[in-house]
């Protein structure tokens, strides 16, 4: 393996990638900040401790889009996009179904962000600081998300919008800012499309 998704050796349908300690850190640095950005879901107690499901199950999500942009790319309002002109029924339907999807699909997102820190942090290492992770056909589903997820905030605070961004991105120079949240961005790109390969029938 080299750094890619291969499928997993007496793992049917499962995946594998060898990772080493730098790499790591940063899909583990990343999965963590997106669990902060997505935020503790309804009925969270005050420390932001455990939820209570009754009072998740109840809540009512949300009916406007976030107002940060990389929740706004990760949580779309359902009809049109963003700028698109609509009229007051369209935008009631948005926040109408916005209210009743927003909170399950932050929850999916939580839970997908959370399986990657639990894999990670599950990793034994494999000599000279490495490690080889091994994820079952669910986990990569969990996977696929999340990495799809980090690339669309990420996305979102480089301001990418078409590929003609992204293809001025790619050739920042060394000492340009941003250049460190290109690479990441390009990396998990690599990440998920090998993936998605493996998983492919």
């Given at each position: 393996m080299a750094g890619l998704f291969q499928p997993a050796a007496g793992v049917p349908g499962g995946a594998a990638v060898a990772l080493d300690e730098v790499e790591i850190s940063i899909l583990r640095s990343l999965a963590v900040q997106l669990l902060e950005l997505i935020?503790?879901?309804?009925?969270?107690d005050e420390a932001g401790g455990e939820q209570d499901p009754l009072a998740a199950l109840m809540a009512d999500g949300p009916t406007e889009?976030?107002?940060?942009?990389?929740?706004?790319?990760?949580f779309p309002d359902a009809y049109g996009g963003p700028g698109a002109e609509r009229d007051e029924k369209t935008r009631e339907a948005a926040a109408e179904f916005r209210r009743y999807t927003e909170n399950d699909l932050r929850a999916r997102k939580r839970e997908d962000g959370l399986a990657v820190v639990r894999t990670l942090d599950s990793l034994a290492p494999a000599g000279e600081g490495g490690a080889v992770l091994t994820l079952t056909?669910?986990?990569?589903?969990?996977?696929?998300?999340?990495?799809?997820?980090?690339?669309?905030?990420?996305?979102a605070r480089l301001e990418i919008t078409d590929d003609e961004d992204g293809d001025e991105l790619y050739a920042l120079p060394d000492g340009d800012p941003r250049k460190p949240m290109v690479m990441a961005y390009l990396w998990l790109g690599a990440l998920q499309e090998s993936l998605v390969e493996t998983l492919a029938p």
């Open positions: 935020g503790p879901g309804p009925g969270a889009p976030p107002s940060d942009p990389a929740l706004a790319r990760l056909p669910g986990q990569s589903r969990q996977w696929l998300g999340a990495l799809n997820d980090l690339r669309l905030a990420i996305g």
